[in-house]
């Protein structure tokens, strides 16, 4: 869910609560959560009631939804807590590819983007680590999952990055290279595509 603004959240929040339904929608566990993380990001609810529902739910599917949960917490301290379990973890460590999925999902899930305009450097700084020591599946989930797309238009010198990433790294593995070449042409076409919406607007 999109929710974002003070109505809409307050919908949400009456329709998790069960005080309205929705006709031919029965509100199910999955459901569930995606009111719950839609609050979350909102900034409606926190902690106490991501473990409420996961006392609910007590399964593997909760367990994944909540970590999406906790990283959708619009709150410096929980987007750099996402990071660092997806990119700073201890050897060992490393979460499962379906924790890393919805980590990396909920750490992207910011109506402030601005939370998380602090990690491009990061990014770009973790890539040849990143790529050279997680597994092929991981690197690769992590690599597209985490390039800052959603700093398009935000952070000017992005393109910039990316291409100054793929000069001084002209000796990366060309697996590598191919999915940091294909980030910057996805914010490449979301640029042009801001530009025509804006014309369209103007």
């Known amino acids: 869910s999109f929710a974002s603004t003070d ?8 329709l998790l609560d069960g005080e309205i339904t929705l006709e031919g929608l029965p509100i199910d566990a999955d459901l569930q ?12 609810a926190g902690t106490a009631e991501i473990e409420a529902q996961l006392a609910k739910d007590a399964t593997a599917s909760g367990e994944r939804r909540a970590a999406h949960a906790r990283a959708a917490i619009p709150t410096p301290e929980a987007k750099r807590a996402a990071w660092d ?5 201890p050897e060992g460590k490393d979460l499962p590819n379906a924790l890393q999925f919805e980590t990396t999902a909920g750490f992207n899930h910011a109506h402030d983007v601005s939370l998380i305009a602090p990690y491009v450097d990061e990014y770009f700084g973790m890539l040849r680590r ?6 092929n599946e991981m690197a ?3 690599i597209e999952g985490l390039y800052p797309s959603l700093q398009a238009g935000r952070v ?3 393109q910039a990055k990316a291409d100054a990433w793929l000069e001084a790294n002209a000796d990366a ?14 914010v490449r076409r979301a640029l042009m595509n801001q530009a025509v919406d804006a014309a369209w607007g103007a």
Request: aromatic letters at 4%; hydrophobic letters at 45%.
């Open 33 to 44: 959560w995606d009111l719950l993380i839609s609050l979350v990001a909102g900034g409606r």
């Open 7 to 14: 109505a809409q959240l307050d919908t949400v929040q009456r």
């Open 140 to 142: 690769t989930n992590l």
């Open 156 to 158: 000017v010198e992005l």
């Open 173 to 186: 593995h060309d697996a590598l290279k191919r999915l940091v070449i294909e980030g910057r042409d996805n």
């Open 130 to 135: 990143i790529y050279e020591t997680k597994t």
């Open 85 to 89: 379990a997806l990119i700073n973890a």
